[in-house]
């Protein structure tokens, strides 16, 4: 099983980005995913969810501005994230799990390496 995230980069304040996570040997349709980010000397933290149900789940703090959405037929899972903000700059991670819903510890089944996204001017 593999999942790659792609779609990080350098952003201004205030903009766009959108991340992909595509996968290999899981279908997204059967697994609860999630877009997880790292920042430097903090710890990892959910940033929006879809159990396989397709149930979705973001934190409050974040305000509505991240949305993620899945497309079975391509077996990827998005991140949309608006308005971004330099406090929004990490490593984000996709992540799936088995379960109906994201394991309340984050000890999910498979993890893929991490993309930079950058906010700055």
């Known amino acids: 099983v593999q999942l790659q995230a792609s779609g990080g980069g350098l952003v201004q304040p205030g903009g766009s980005l959108r991340l992909s996570c595509a996968a290999s040997?899981?279908?997204?349709?059967?697994?609860?995913t999630g877009w997880f980010r790292q920042a430097p000397g903090k710890q990892r933290e959910l940033v929006n969810s879809i159990t396989r149900g397709g149930s979705t789940y973001y934190p409050n703090s974040l305000e509505g501005r991240f949305t993620i959405s899945r497309d079975n037929a391509k077996n990827t899972v998005y991140l949309q994230m608006n308005s971004l903000k330099p406090e929004d700059t990490a490593v984000y991670y996709c992540?799936?799990?088995?379960?109906?819903?994201?394991?309340?510890?984050?000890?999910?089944?498979?993890w893929g390496k991490g993309t930079q996204v950058t906010v700055s001017s």
């Open positions: 040997g899981l279908s997204f349709g059967r697994y609860s």
């Open positions: 992540a799936a799990d088995g379960s109906d819903y994201i394991p309340p510890n984050y000890d999910m089944e498979y």
